[in-house]
């Protein structure tokens, strides 16, 4: 199954945690995994607690990892062949999508998310806004 979600910002956090309960429940499953994955290089998927102040930091150390405008070659367009015209200089979203993954596995048992008290599944946005999907795939025990 394929989620479509549309962000807001070039940075953003949005919890897939409910459409993971949505999906676990429409589909009457019980117990086995769910992986979910992104489906773009410039997003990742993370379980984390969705805290307000802990996002910002989240954002603040990905930019001081891979900070955009620095001198990165993917984003040195006159040496890259065959782009469109409206491609982005988005070096420092790839890289910091290397950092955080793009894909998690989630178990479920009697029917529930395997998640602690604090875990939330999230898209995290690197180069938006943006249209972005999300594969969802079911493993049984």
């Known amino acids: 199954m394929l989620l479509s979600l549309r962000t807001e910002a070039s940075f953003q ?12 429940q ?8 769910i992986v979910v994955s992104g489906q773009h290089t410039t997003t990742a998927v993370i379980i984390n607690e969705m805290e307000e102040r ?4 989240l954002k603040r150390w990905l930019s001081q ?14 040496l890259r062949l065959g782009i469109p015209d409206d491609e982005p200089r988005n070096a420092h979203a790839h890289l ?3 950092m955080l ?27 938006g806004p943006r249209q972005r999907q999300v594969s969802l795939q079911w493993l049984s025990s």
């Open 26 to 33: 429409f589909h009457g499953l019980s117990d086995g995994s």
């Open 65 to 78: 990892q891979a900070p955009s405008g620095s001198d990165w070659k993917h984003d040195d367009l006159e």
């Open 13 to 24: 956090c949005l919890s897939l945690t409910a459409e993971l309960r949505r999906f676990v």
């Open 101 to 127: 993954g793009n894909e998690v596995t989630v178990n479920v048992s009697n029917g529930h998310l395997q998640l602690g008290q604090y875990q939330e599944v999230m898209l995290v946005e690197l180069d």
């Open 96 to 98: 910091q999508a290397l």
């Open 54 to 57: 802990l996002l910002m930091d």
